[in-house]
């Protein structure tokens, strides 16, 4: 049986301490979160159902360098392999750095996937002409990654059939801000739904999601709550619809969500994992840079 891949992408997000008055996974309703994990919430330190379907996993991402983690660099890590704060020579974001650009646009785990005849799909919808200028300095790592390998290519009419899915993961910012009025209303878990449509379609897919950071940044814990949240409820329409047959792996780049008062930290970062890889995931997934690998070895992908 071919293999399938869900990599779902969520900015931000650590795995800290218990205190309710820092960290809102305390206080976030997230029953599916909890159901995949037996139980458990994310913590430096998870517990671990081995009866539940999934297990949770922190990830390293300091990686060996001084400093406190970033976006640019952590999301070259975790979509590369490679060390990207290493290689910058530091920690640095939000966006990829200028010199970091060409790795992730030509060694990413999508492009590598497609090179090797994989059928492999970004699920995030995107405006036609994105990032503009050529050399824009607002690049993320998700969508450097995928026009790399010529998958930038939903945009709102794929919202519209329910084959793409918005970064904000339901369609409002779309209708309200970019002059789309026309699409659809969609809720957390239909939207859940369509990616694990697109998901079933593919043997790799990319979904990226970054309003956790964003709250993380406003620093009010009725904004984190909110956001995991919407998060969970958007993970419950995607679980529900999954194909069992399909290895699920959340990830973050970098901590920041779960404590309020810190704006990002040097906590692990988000790894979670189910479905048929996670033995093997569990055993491989110590840091940022171990996501890649261990996914193209599932998919059977050779590396370089």
């Known amino acids: 049986m071919t293999a399938r891949v869900l990599l ?30 037996g139980g458990y919430l994310p913590a430096r330190d998870p517990g671990h159902d081995p009866e539940a379907p999934g297990r949770l996993l922190p990830l390293d991402a300091t990686l060996g360098v001084d400093g406190i983690p970033q976006s640019g660099t952590g999301q070259t ?69 995928a026009r790399g390998a010529g998958l930038l290519t939903r945009h709102e009419e794929a919202l519209e059939e329910g084959g793409a899915v918005a970064t904000g993961l339901t369609n409002e910012g779309w209708r309200r801000h970019r002059g789309h009025a026309h699409l659809p209303e969609v809720s957390l878990a239909e939207a859940g739904r369509n990616l694990a449509g697109i998901a079933g379609r593919h043997e790799l897919t990319l979904f990226a999601h970054y309003a956790t ?18 998060l969970d409820a958007f993970l419950g329409g995607l679980v529900a619809s999954l194909d069992p ?24 970062a988000l790894g979670l994992v189910a479905g ?29």
């Open 8 to 37: 779902v992408f969520v900015d931000g997000v650590g795995m800290g301490g218990e205190d309710e008055e820092r960290n809102p996974f305390m206080r976030a309703k997230v029953p599916t979160l909890l159901k995949l994990t």
């Open 77 to 145: 890590a975790l979509l590369t392999g490679e060390n990207g704060p290493r290689l910058f020579g530091r920690h640095f974001g939000p966006w990829v750095p200028v010199r970091l650009r060409p790795l992730v646009a030509e060694q990413s785990l999508l492009r590598r996937a497609t090179d090797a005849g994989r059928s492999v799909a970004f699920a995030n919808a995107y405006p036609r002409g994105w990032p503009g200028e050529r050399g824009s300095r607002r690049v993320a790592g998700p969508p450097l990654a």
């Open 213 to 230: 950071d964003t709250a993380g940044h406003r620093g009010g814990m009725d904004g984190a709550v909110q956001a995991l949240d919407r």
């Open 245 to 268: 047959e399909c290895t699920l792996i959340m990830a973050s780049d970098h901590g920041n969500i779960e404590d309020v008062t810190a704006q990002h930290t040097r906590n692990p």
């Open 276 to 304: 048929p890889g996670r033995d093997l995931l569990a055993e491989r997934l110590h840091h940022l840079t171990d996501v890649t690998p261990a996914l193209l070895e599932i998919l059977g992908v050779a590396e370089n």
